[in-house]
């Protein structure tokens, strides 16, 4: 047959095909692909380093709302300075000195050191400063520095928060801390056998001479008894809305603490090491806490039978940033998703604070392993 003649022929069973193809599908379920389960977001924490300091040395940091990091260490020497870093990555002195705040207090020679610091909303930095003089026994200062004017102004000085906080001449044996939320400023002035909180609201602060020191509450409660925040091991951070974190790696709970000096148990930490950074909250609510590498003999044990009764954490390698939402577990950067520059000793990290930077989603921290003072990040991808 010749072959124009049978392709003649095969043409409508050609054009058939597709009409049985399609009346086929019709009669047909229509075809499942194999379901695959969501990629899960992976953790990574991200470190930078802004400067080198000295390990293992009482470090205070505090950002300001334009994201300048002010840090200031305590020497040995007791001649401590503040020093910041801006924009242009080079640290800088500035004039908040021992020697310059003692001559604010009309003392020549003094030395000290400075004990905390914090970044008020007005740009400021506020401080507290404990030291002496050949011509003056002991002096304790809370203070204002302002970085525009290099002005330091005596907000209170021995006399006045000797009376305030009741402790009178055992003053010297205290320390004083300094927090922020970015409204109000705490400054917690404590010894073994006394405590006081003062809040300041640098807003209703008078242009020039002292301020009243107005205590925040008198007593912290838990279950209506009172809780002294007098230990070493105690750390304060703000949380949300004018509350306050307790951070007791010994009694095993971070406490959230309210304006009335009311404490609740915001989550356990038995099962965490008890090398733990003050609690940071992010964006989303989320509490984080930077746990760092310890024997298993550091671990925190529980304390209550709530705590024996929680669940376990899953295995986690250290250190870790950790996430929680409320008293869930939610997420962790583990040791091997902690992104360092080479040669860097992630697995000796210890972070004591988390000091959010306001112009970033990031937070600034002292690493007393290896001395660096660090910008922390954290960010999330979908692939392994």
């Known amino acids: 047959m010749p072959v124009r003649a049978a392709f003649s022929l095969a043409r409508p069973l050609l054009l058939l095909l597709p009409l049985l193809a399609l009346a086929s599908c019709d009669g047909d379920p229509p075809r499942q692909l194999p379901a695959t389960a969501p990629a899960q977001p992976v953790t990574d924490l991200e470190l930078r380093p802004l400067t080198p300091l000295l390990p293992a040395r009482p470090t205070h940091v505090a950002v300001d709302s334009l994201g300048n990091v002010y840090w200031t260490q305590e020497a040995d020497r007791l001649d401590d300075t503040l020093f910041v ?43 507290f400063f404990r030291g002496g003089a050949a011509a003056r026994r002991s002096m304790a200062v809370l203070g204002r520095y302002s970085p525009k004017t290099a002005k330091i102004r005596v907000l209170a000085d021995t006399d006045a928060i000797a009376a305030a906080t009741g402790m009178g001449r055992s003053l010297p044996l205290a320390r004083g801390t300094l927090l922020s939320d970015g409204r109000f400023i705490w400054a917690w002035i404590r010894h ?12 209703k602060l008078a242009p020039d001479g002292p301020a ?15 809780l002294p925040l ?9 949380g949300l809305d004018g509350t306050l974190f307790l951070l007791d790696p010994v009694g095993g709970h971070l406490l959230r603490i ?81 992104m360092a520059y080479p040669g860097f000793q992630v697995y000796a990290m ?31 991808r979908l692939w392994p």
């Open 85 to 127: 870093i801006g924009e242009g990555a080079i640290p800088r002195a500035t004039q908040l000195s021992a020697g310059n705040i003692a001559a604010a207090m009309g003392v020549s020679g003094g030395r000290g050191n400075i004990q905390g610091i914090a970044a008020g909303p007005d740009g400021d930095i506020y401080f």
């Open 192 to 203: 073994t056998d006394a405590w006081a909180l003062f809040q300041i609201d640098p807003a």
């Open 212 to 226: 009243a020191l107005v205590k925040a509450f008198d007593a912290v409660k838990v279950a209506g008894k009172p």
């Open 230 to 238: 007098t230990r070493d091991e105690y750390e304060l951070w703000p």
């Open 258 to 338: 309210d304006a009335a000096g009311n404490a609740t148990v915001a989550r356990s930490l038995a099962g965490l090491p008890n090398a733990l950074s003050t609690p940071a909250v992010d964006r989303r609510g989320q509490i984080l806490l930077f746990a760092g590498n310890v024997p298993e003999s550091q671990i925190i044990k529980p304390t209550t039978e709530d705590d024996a009764a929680a669940p376990k954490l899953p295995e986690i390698s250290y250190p870790a940033m950790l996430m929680f939402e409320g008293n869930s577990f939610a997420a962790a950067a583990e040791r091997d998703r902690i």
């Open 350 to 380: 210890r972070l004591k604070h988390l000091v959010p930077n306001p112009t970033a989603q990031e937070w600034i921290s002292y690493d007393a392993g290896s001395g660096e003072l660090l910008r922390l990040k954290l960010r999330q």
